[in-house]
């Protein structure tokens, strides 16, 4: 008889995450620290999830494209000759050479592998393969390239490597109504990429409250103070909730001003908000009254991530001879980096095998909330429990 593998997680420490909110503990440190739990998560949940590769506006024209890493696999987004955008694993079709290396770029008419120049439209179509006339029987129309379920949501780019995933649209539903932000109309005014040393899921809960924003944005608070937060919402893919703008604010710069006209539809209120989200796994969504900034998390060991954020503005914006998106992304570099260095110090410690977690403080609703879809998305992996729920 074969021995029953150890749990990953004890169910003691997944009992005191599950506590009601006001009894509950924070996740413990084997989940940010232990590389078995961490190849677990790509299977579970990179690799079975929808996944945002970016804003259809990095995609503006035929040949334009964006590579993606999630664990071992490594995927092309591309926009193709007929305007459509579709995925394919970044493998040749010959003997499995990587065929683009770049995170973002354009391509010619074709993809040209550099081992043996096979060659590929824009649509993943086999177009050159020399020599291969020599081989009895080869027919370029069975070796396009492979393609990876491709769909948009408000003008984002997802991508799920799981044929039997739920359609985006679905998995979506319960999100607010964001359509009066007209994301799939904007731009993209500016991008950055981040290389840090901590574990994804430290990100998300950062980006899930404010607790610490007295103590670590000294220039965020004069802008948005840290207890304006309005109710937080919980789906069965995301949480999140606003946060309200400062009398005389009217977005987050450091300034809390800007030359920027509000994005066009939008209401009172939201003008004087900043609605904040995370999309399960790790899509960071914040929706401001000028601009909506992005950041995607992509893991790349239980210890290191890469972050890239978009900051999106609206067309008649960008299209200004004077646009000049440095005010919102200034602001939230200086941020970014200070949310970074202490992620990266919360990582140290709970590397530590002595860490025991304390207790959630009332601005982390939104953390308990992204625990608890954690556990219960991790349950068959983390302890062998075929009851366990993959949404």
């Given at each position: 008889?074969?021995?029953?593998?150890?749990?990953?997680?004890?169910?003691?420490?997944?009992?005191?995450?599950?506590?009601?909110?006001?009894?509950?503990?924070?996740?413990?440190?084997?989940?940010?620290?232990?590389?078995?739990?961490?190849?677990?998560?790509?299977?579970?949940?990179?690799?079975?999830?929808?996944?945002?590769?970016?804003?259809?506006?990095?995609?503006?024209?035929?040949?334009?494209?964006?590579?993606?890493?999630?664990?071992?696999?490594?995927?092309?987004?591309?926009?193709?000759?007929?305007?459509?955008?579709?995925?394919?694993?970044?493998?040749?079709?010959?003997?499995?050479?990587?065929?683009?290396?770049?995170?973002?770029?354009?391509?010619?008419?074709?993809?040209?592998?550099?081992?043996?120049?096979?060659?590929?439209?824009?649509?993943?179509?086999?177009?050159?393969?020399?020599?291969?006339?020599?081989?009895?029987?080869?027919?370029?129309?069975?070796?396009?390239?492979?393609?990876?379920?491709?769909?948009?949501?408000?003008?984002?780019?997802?991508?799920?490597?799981?044929?039997?995933?739920?359609?985006?649209?679905?998995c979506l539903a319960g999100l607010p109504d964001f359509s009066?932000?007209?994301?799939?109309?904007?731009?993209?005014?500016?991008?950055?990429?981040?290389?840090?040393?901590?574990?994804?899921?430290?990100?998300?809960?950062?980006?899930?409250?404010?607790?610490?924003?007295?103590?670590?944005?000294?220039?965020?608070?004069?802008?948005?103070?840290?207890?304006?937060?309005?109710?937080?919402?919980?789906?069965?893919?995301?949480?999140?909730?606003?946060?309200?703008?400062?009398?005389?604010?009217?977005?987050?710069?450091?300034?809390?001003?800007?030359?920027?006209?509000?994005?066009?539809?939008?209401?009172?209120?939201?003008?004087?908000?900043?609605?904040?989200?995370?999309?399960?796994?790790?899509?960071?969504?914040?929706?401001?009254?000028?601009?909506?900034?992005?950041?995607?998390?992509?893991?790349?060991?239980?210890?290191?991530?890469?972050?890239?954020?978009?900051?999106?503005?609206?067309?008649?914006?960008?299209?200004?001879?004077?646009?000049?998106?440095?005010?919102?992304?200034?602001?939230?570099?200086?941020?970014?980096?200070?949310?970074?260095?202490?992620?990266?110090?919360?990582?140290?410690?709970?590397?530590?095998?002595?860490?025991?977690?304390?207790?959630?403080?009332?601005?982390?609703?939104?953390?308990?909330?992204?625990?608890?879809?954690?556990?219960?998305?991790?349950?068959?992996?983390?302890?062998?429990?075929?009851?366990?729920?993959?949404?």
């Amino acid at each position: 008889m074969s021995e029953s593998k150890p749990n990953l997680l004890s169910l003691a420490d997944i009992e005191a995450t599950r506590r009601p909110f006001v009894e509950a503990r924070p996740l413990p440190g084997p989940p940010y620290r232990d590389p078995r739990i961490f190849s677990a998560e790509i299977e579970t949940l990179f690799l079975r999830m929808w996944l945002c590769v970016g804003h259809q506006s990095g995609l503006s024209s035929p040949g334009d494209y964006l590579m993606r890493e999630v664990g071992d696999e490594s995927v092309i987004v591309l926009r193709g000759d007929d305007g459509t955008i579709r995925a394919f694993h970044n493998v040749c079709r010959h003997r499995g050479t990587r065929l683009l290396d770049a995170p973002v770029g354009t391509v010619p008419a074709c993809i040209s592998c550099p081992y043996h120049s096979w060659a590929y439209g824009l649509d993943g179509k086999l177009l050159t393969a020399p020599l291969m006339d020599e081989v009895e029987g080869f027919d370029k129309t069975d070796y396009a390239l492979c393609h990876v379920r491709c769909e948009t949501w408000n003008g984002f780019v997802f991508i799920s490597f799981d044929p039997d995933a739920a359609a985006l649209a679905e998995c979506l539903a319960g999100l607010p109504d964001f359509s009066r932000f007209g994301i799939e109309r904007l731009g993209l005014g500016a991008t950055h990429e981040y290389e840090i040393a901590a574990n994804w899921k430290l990100v998300c809960e950062n980006y899930g409250e404010c607790y610490h924003c007295p103590t670590n944005h000294p220039q965020l608070n004069p802008v948005s103070h840290f207890r304006s937060g309005g109710d937080s919402f919980e789906g069965d893919y995301f949480c999140g909730g606003p946060m309200r703008l400062n009398d005389g604010c009217v977005t987050m710069t450091v300034t809390g001003q800007t030359t920027r006209d509000p994005i066009e539809g939008l209401g009172s209120e939201d003008l004087r908000l900043v609605h904040y989200f995370n999309i399960y796994p790790a899509f960071l969504l914040s929706l401001h009254p000028d601009y909506v900034l992005t950041h995607t998390i992509w893991p790349v060991a239980a210890d290191r991530s890469v972050i890239r954020c978009e900051w999106l503005f609206a067309p008649g914006a960008i299209d200004r001879s004077d646009f000049d998106p440095s005010d919102a992304v200034d602001f939230w570099h200086v941020t970014n980096e200070q949310d970074w260095a202490i992620c990266e110090r919360a990582q140290k410690g709970v590397q530590s095998r002595n860490y025991r977690p304390g207790r959630y403080q009332s601005l982390e609703k939104t953390i308990y909330f992204f625990d608890n879809w954690y556990l219960r998305s991790m349950e068959t992996a983390l302890t062998g429990n075929c009851n366990g729920n993959n949404g």
